[in-house]
């Protein structure tokens, strides 16, 4: 009995010990729900997501968002509330042979002692398709609640039947109020203080996350504790804490950036177009990736409005190749602001759209005989190119005829805008569509009196 006693005195006192030497972030977890900063939406008194935890009847569900927003603070709080058994895994490490072992376990607790079992799944993104299969039937015959934590969107992240059978619930991230709020917190329980426009900067990088904001402050305690003993932290110590400015960069926010990249030049913010221009540069993103949709938004978005714009962006990518980084930014700057500036028109990419449209859904129909190829022996008694028109025969430089099947003729898929040089072809279009391909001469009378030149 006294060996016992002397073993949970131990024990006790290497908790308090592990309690006082935890990491900042862990002695800032919360221990209710009320003590979370953010996500109101989700943790409100009278919010879904709070009445099914508090009720214990949380179903299989996926937690997203960004770093530092309380995933995994969350979920542990549920399994402070739960009834069910908690069983934590990291998809980092865990294989199918881990998924099958807990659905073993959670199929016996349940025959033994009726009891169900919640599987939490940190970075659910990170399990692989098969091991997202071998988890599946589990979760469907409710062997196991799933509550899975991820970074990534889950519409790219997870199977669709695993996602099907999952409620999402989006994690926020914490707005500058949220992080102030969290910062004076550790000030507190560090007895503390900082200057507030030192807080101010720091909440500004932070992107909002809050382990950020925590792990920023504990660095700053741990340089002033060293250099003086202090505890007051300054604008200049939280500078010296956190050099760097991290960027998140997964899957979902890849396609978010390039689509505010795409959509600035677009909509001609020029200054728009660049921001995000350098940002995904200041991210790792592949250059040459940025160049081919530079490319592609020169013919889409710009098109024959400004048929220059090919040409700039083309010569952004072959100077990228040439150059490379971080010099050829500017090559690639120099495209952002010419697509930007230029007049835009999606008439060719319509035109393509509609033609596309009628390959796929009209009669195909055959091509007309005179239009065949004529150039090889015996062609002729085939009828192939038997009363073709060449053009260039043709003082005009033009025939008045349709190159279209005969089930499309009459179709009209280009159809030029007012904006920039396209007005120019759609006088053109215009003038070739009436059977006239060029201008007339102006009468004596529309040019005017003649003057005598000196």
């Known amino acids: 009995m006294a060996e016992r006693r002397q073993s949970d005195l131990f024990d006790a006192a290497a908790a308090d010990e592990l309690s006082r030497r935890a990491p900042l972030a862990e002695r800032m977890r919360p221990r209710r729900l009320d003590d979370v900063v953010g996500q109101r939406h989700l ?5 879904a997501f709070r009445k099914l935890v508090e009720s214990d009847r949380l179903s299989s569900a996926v937690l997203f968002g960004p770093p530092g927003t309380g995933k995994t603070t969350v979920a542990r709080l549920v399994a402070e509330s739960t009834s069910k058994e908690f069983v934590p895994l990291s998809a980092t ?4 042979r881990d998924v099958r072992e807990v659905l073993d376990d959670a199929r016996r607790r349940l025959g033994e002692r009726g009891q169900g079992t919640i599987l939490f799944l940190d970075e659910i993104h990170r399990f692989s398709r098969s091991q997202q299969d071998a988890l599946l039937p589990g979760v469907e015959d409710g062997t196991v609640v799933l509550i899975g934590a991820t970074t990534e969107n889950p519409f790219f992240a997870l199977n669709a039947p695993l996602l099907s059978r999952s409620t999402l619930f989006r994690f926020a991230e914490l707005d500058s109020g949220e992080l102030l709020e969290l910062a004076h917190r550790v000030l507190v329980l560090e007895s503390a203080t900082a200057d507030e426009a030192a807080l101010a900067h720091l909440v500004a990088l932070a992107e909002g996350d809050a382990r950020a904001v925590i792990g920023t402050l504990e660095v700053a305690l741990a340089i002033v504790e060293v250099r003086d003993g202090g505890r007051k932290i300054d604008e200049s110590v939280l500078a010296e804490a956190r050099t760097t400015r991290a960027m998140r960069f997964g899957r979902d926010e890849h396609y978010d950036l390039v689509s505010a990249f795409i959509k600035s030049i677009r909509g001609s913010d020029v200054d728009a177009g660049l921001y995000w221009l350098a940002r995904l540069i200041a991210s790792g993103e592949d250059p040459r990736f940025l160049a081919r949709r530079l490319v592609i938004l020169a013919s889409e978005d710009v098109g024959m409005a400004d048929p220059m714009a090919l040409v700039v962006a083309t010569s952004a990518a072959a100077a ?3 150059v490379g980084l971080p010099e050829a930014s500017l090559n690639l700057a120099q495209a ?8 835009k028109s999606n008439a060719t990419s319509r035109a393509l759209w509609a033609a596309q449209a009628d390959v796929e859904h009209e009669p195909l129909g055959d091509v007309p005989a005179e239009l065949r190829d004529a150039h090889y022996q015996g062609a002729g008694s085939l009828g192939h190119g038997v ?3 060449y053009p260039h025969d043709d003082p005009r430089g033009w025939v008045d005829r349709s190159y279209l099947p005969a089930a499309l003729q ?7 805008s007012e904006h920039g040089q396209e007005h120019q ?8 569509r009436s059977g006239n391909p060029t201008e007339s001469e102006p009468s004596d009378e529309e040019k005017g009196p003649r003057t005598r030149e000196p």
């Open 410 to 416: 009459g179709r009209r898929y280009f159809v030029a």
């Open 387 to 389: 009363g073709y028109e």
């Open 336 to 343: 952002v602001v010419h697509l930007a500036l230029a007049p």
């Open 93 to 96: 490490s865990a294989g199918v």
């Open 425 to 432: 072809l759609s006088e053109r279009l215009e003038r070739l």
């Open 320 to 322: 990228l190749d040439r």
């Open 43 to 47: 943790l409100a008194p009278g919010a």
